[in-house]
């Protein structure tokens, strides 16, 4: 049994197949079936069930899993002690890829702090989507990756706090003078959609969808700022990350409406890094200040 047979059996765990856990992992599909045929001799016992529908983890598989991921945290805990005894610099580079939103509203303040307690490091911010973090820490082009909802065998996933989308208007805009609404009443209000395709027009499309309802979308944007700047206008009311209207939601400037009949949607910022990869200085660092704003929920204070 090795690192490598483990990260394997839970990444086709994870995707439910061979083929999606070879993608995933970088590998040949008859690498990742050797892995797993040497791990479960090795252990005795069939991880498995195959199909020709799909694969599921067997009894044994299920039991083993959780014994797997602590063996995994426990490597990378091992990597950064070991790492940690290395000489401390209060120099170096930290290199950070983070969604757009995380970029535009949570990291400057957070920067402002940690730059004046690190004035040598050089720090590099590169944005996408959530798919292009992972795929910057997957190919150790960055340090630390900021998205929503990440997860993947091959990466540390810490969540850092929840950041729902809020239902959002002017102040000014009939809609919002009540505070409480029922989803039919949001669907013919003049909605604001914005990056379709994402992980928040997915999440708001679902609400109306699962409830049978057609939104009564007005306008389509891309970006989160360019939407919370429509509503502004009273162009329209939408759907927005906590995170990017809290400003306005204390001015008075946005108003939130609580939709009383469906479920609040609920996102988790998280934190990745990779498992193969021990944090430096400068990164561990700055992980540690991130984790102390977002734990006292005071970014903006910071």
């Known amino acids: 049994m090795d690192i490598d047979q483990i990260e394997t059996f839970l990444a086709v765990a994870t995707y439910g197949g061979f083929h999606r856990a070879a993608q995933a992992l970088r590998l040949s599909q008859p690498a990742v079936s050797a892995r797993i045929h040497l791990l479960e001799e090795s252990l005795g016992a069939k991880l498995f069930v195959r199909s020709r529908a799909h694969v599921a983890l067997s009894p044994a598989g299920r039991t083993f899993r959780p014994h797997a991921e602590n063996l995994l945290r426990a490597v990378s805990i091992a990597r950064q002690a070991v790492h940690e005894q290395q000489p401390a610099s209060a120099s170096g580079v930290l290199s950070i890829a983070a969604g757009l939103s995380i970029s535009t509203y949570l990291l400057p303040d957070i920067l402002k702090k940690y730059q004046s307690a690190n004035p040598g490091v050089m720090v590099s911010v590169r944005s996408g989507n959530s798919v292009q973090v992972l795929k910057m820490v997957l190919d150790g082009e960055v340090d630390l990756g900021l998205a ?14 929840d950041d729902p989308l809020r239902f959002v208007g002017h102040p000014a805009l009939p809609a919002t003078r009540k505070r409480r609404l029922k989803l039919q009443d949001v669907e013919s209000l003049p909605l604001i959609f914005y990056d379709r395709g994402s992980s928040d027009w997915t999440l708001t499309n679902g609400l109306f969808r699962r ?27 939408a759907f927005l990350p906590q995170l990017a209207v809290t400003s306005e939601l204390k001015s008075a400037r946005l108003r939130a409406i609580q939709i009383t009949d469906a ?40």
Do not use: Y
């Open 148 to 161: 929503r909802s990440l997860h993947h065998p091959e990466v540390e996933t810490q969540s850092l706090r």
């Open 211 to 237: 409830a049978g309802l057609l939104p009564n979308v007005v306008l389509e944007v891309e970006g989160i700022e360019t939407c919370k700047r429509m509503v502004l206008r009273r162009l329209g009311l």
């Open 263 to 302: 479920e609040p949607l609920h996102r988790s910022l998280d934190v990745i890094r990779s498992r193969h990869k021990a944090l430096g200085g400068a990164a561990q660092r700055f992980l540690n200040l991130l984790r102390s704003a977002t734990d006292s929920e005071s970014v903006s204070k910071i």
